[in-house]
């Protein structure tokens, strides 16, 4: 009879321990996730939003179409890109995927 009530006792807290270690692998997925995946896209996206608050006239850039060209006029959403002289776009800031260092359109002409 003793023996009996003894496992019945220790059968109860096993159990709490068990449900959670079932969770636990799940825990440490979402957390190789973040650190992998979630983290490093947060902060490109907070890179790429910097660039484009930091875009000013006479920059060099590439957009997300391949164009490449040097920025004459900018506004609140819109930048007008010379592509060469006389040739104006207006394009959305968006649109821009990379700030080319200082030079860059003349080494390649």
């Known amino acids: 009879m ?7 006792a220790d059968a109860a807290a096993p159990g709490v321990a068990a449900g959670f270690m079932q969770f636990a692998p799940m825990v440490v997925i979402f957390v190789l996730f973040y650190f992998m995946l979630i983290r490093p896209q947060q902060k490109r996206a907070k890179e790429q ?3 484009l608050d930091a875009l000013a006239k006479g920059d ?3 957009t997300t179409g391949g164009l490449i060209g040097k920025i004459s006029k900018v506004s609140e959403q819109y930048l007008t890109l010379e592509l060469s002289d006389g040739v104006e776009i207006l394009i ?3 649109a821009v ?3 080319l260092e200082k030079g860059t ?3 390649n002409k």
Do not use: V
């Open 2 to 8: 003793f023996i009996n009530t003894a496992f019945a």
């Open 49 to 51: 939003k910097a660039m």
């Open 60 to 62: 060099e850039i590439s």
């Open 92 to 94: 959305q800031r968006a």
């Open 97 to 99: 995927a990379q700030r």
């Open 105 to 107: 359109l003349k080494n």
